[in-house]
């Protein structure tokens, strides 16, 4: 019998940090290996957020901060909300978390009792499901491909919602496929919403700023649905700050209450001198984030051009984030060197990681199995001598 809860053990690992965890183990023993496998920018972060750190220090923010985070961030939060989102939220309707993640978490947590269900289109972020089973409850989701560009239409969320729904949670721009819903795509799944009130939406905005169509939109704009829609969001993508730990959401003030007492007993709150820095990043503008999503969409054309031209690989052009999600089940049933068969999208990441030296991860994590996640995040002579190694790596399959 297992020392360990069934929490735990019912738990999975996450994909990404585990293809990132075998790359670094590999790079140890001597290999070039090339990372296309974690979410985080390889920028550094802007040298008037660091500096707003240092003056933090010097300050003496080195005490507790408050559990929901401090006033001033909060309200630089509602002001950007507000600029950027045209979104009327005020301090007592934002809670600082440690990350994104930690604030995913907390709603979850919050919201979902034994046997609710959660709908997740996929793909998805790999630790959306998980976390619905850390809270007992169960996630129903809703299939999608390359040829819908990964997107849900009304008509598929209709048919998931059952009686025992409790939430909807999705991200845009989406992680791991990029894909970016436009404003009246988000008003037709409102649309549907309002058909049914006891449902709550998380709307997961962590790459809002690296968006490559228009501007970005959340489907809190809707009136009809906000109260019930709970934005998260944070610093690390688009400030570079993944180190940092810097997320929140902007929920209704019962939901947000709810949050910050769940945050009280867990982690209370976020890290002083992150908080003063994330200050600092809000208020300053988006000069350095548009420099990067400059760079960004350079590397998005370079890396589709360089995918188009890999026999037996589909993908298509993503519309935001910094990830490819080709399609490469033409590879299943294929033999490596050594007559190993490659089955399914762990076992093709796996020979790309050990044969090419390319980290990268397989699709089933996401809920798509007919898939890898590569991400751009990082130079451009990484990624052409990348994706030269998977080309030839795929091309050595027979």
Known sequence: MSILSDRINNLSESATLKMTKLGRELAAKGVNVISLSVGEPDFNTPDHVKEAAKKALDDNFTRYSPVAGYPDLRQAIVNKLKAENNLDYDISQIVVSTGAKQSLSNVILTLINPGDEVIIPTPYWVSYSEMVTLAEGKSVFINTSIESDFKITPAQLEAAITPKSKLFMFSSPNNPTGTVYSKDELAALAKVFEKH?????????????????????????????????????GFSKAFAMTGWRLGYIAASKEIAAANDKMQGQTTSG??????????????????????????FARRRQLVYDLLKDIPGVKTNLPEGAFYFFPEISSFFG????DGNIIKNSSDLALYL????????????????????????AASDESLVEALRRIKEALGNLR
């Open 270 to 295: 976020t890290c002083s001198i992150a908080q003063r820095a994330g200050i600092v990043a809000y208020e300053q503008g988006l000069d350095t984030v548009n420099e990067m999503k400059k760079a």
């Open 334 to 337: 294929k033999k490596d060197a």
């Open 197 to 233: 009130p006891n449902i709550f939406i998380i709307s997961d905005e962590i790459y809002e700023h690296i968006n490559f169509v228009d501007q970005h939109e959340s489907i809190a704009q809707f009136p009809s649905i906000k109260d019930r829609v709970i934005i998260v969001n």
């Open 353 to 376: 990681l050990n044969v090419g030296h390319v980290a990268t991860v397989g699709g089933d994590s996401f809920g798509n199995d007919n898939y890898i996640r590569l991400s751009y």
